[in-house]
């Protein structure tokens, strides 16, 4: 039975960005009726609405860091995600990979590449119970890609179909990171972390995501020959 690792890279899927909320104007506080002097009257007015307009800024920084937060998150539901990197090995072969802006390109590739190796396939990913499996077939019928079933809703002692690590390792029971299982291990750890995705796609460093899609693929093969997984 041939194995298939495989990790995706996502982002949040630009078809539910929307537009942050307007600011909210902080009103200045009035000056205290026990200040009768005219001059401390329009300093105090004028330190007041400064303050004021301070806070009007500092409490829309947070509404938009918010609002980015929450955009971001996207990257973590199958149906709000857009996957930009896929990258494959079979069993001990060469690492495949495809990267870029078209999502329905690089899932067509990756799943006439699974489709090719035949019946019986072994999927393996870092999360793919929770994640990988899940993302796959939801932009799959987004696109309405024919393909080899997805065995999305494999369950974790599924292991001839789906072996995943993190639900079968005992240190991983945490959730610990593909980074932190392989230092726990001491194998090299992936080149970067996927964090950093986001930002990497939007300033259009696709080779930089396609290195550490690779080498996710590369760390996550070296776990399982290590724990006989």
Not at 115 to 139: I, K, S, T
Request: contains cysteine; glycine residues 4%; hydrophobic residues 40%.
């Amino acid at each position: 039975m041939p194995r298939l690792y495989f990790d995706l890279e996502t982002v949040s899927n630009p078809l539910y960005a929307k537009e942050p909320p307007a600011p909210t104007k902080v009103e200045p506080k009035p000056v205290p009726g026990n200040i009768k002097d005219p001059e401390k009257i329009q300093a105090r007015a004028l330190l007041n609405q400064q303050k004021a307009e301070q806070d009007t800024k500092d409490a829309y920084a947070k509404v938009l860091k918010d609002h980015e937060s929450h955009y971001r998150s996207y990257a973590l539901y199958a149906w709000k995600s857009q996957v930009v990197s896929v990258a494959w090995a079979v069993d001990d072969g060469r690492i495949e990979s495809i990267t870029g802006p078209s999502e329905r390109d690089l899932l067509l590739k990756f799943l006439t590449a699974v489709e090719h190796m035949g019946p019986g396939v072994q999927w393996c990913a870092y999360n793919a119970l929770r994640f990988d499996l899940a993302v796959l077939e939801a932009r799959r019928i987004y696109h309405n890609i024919k393909s080899v079933r997805i065995p999305y809703d494999a369950k974790p002692w599924d292991q001839m179909l789906v072996a995943d690590p993190m639900m079968i390792l005992p240190f991983t029971k945490d959730r610990k990171s593909l980074k932190a299982v392989c230092s726990v291990l001491q194998i090299r750890e992936p080149y970067e972390s996927g964090a950093n995705v986001h930002d990497q796609f939007q300033a259009g460093l696709l080779k930089e995501i396609n290195k550490h899609n690779c080498d996710d693929v590369r760390a996550l093969r070296e776990v399982c020959i290590r724990c006989g997984i």
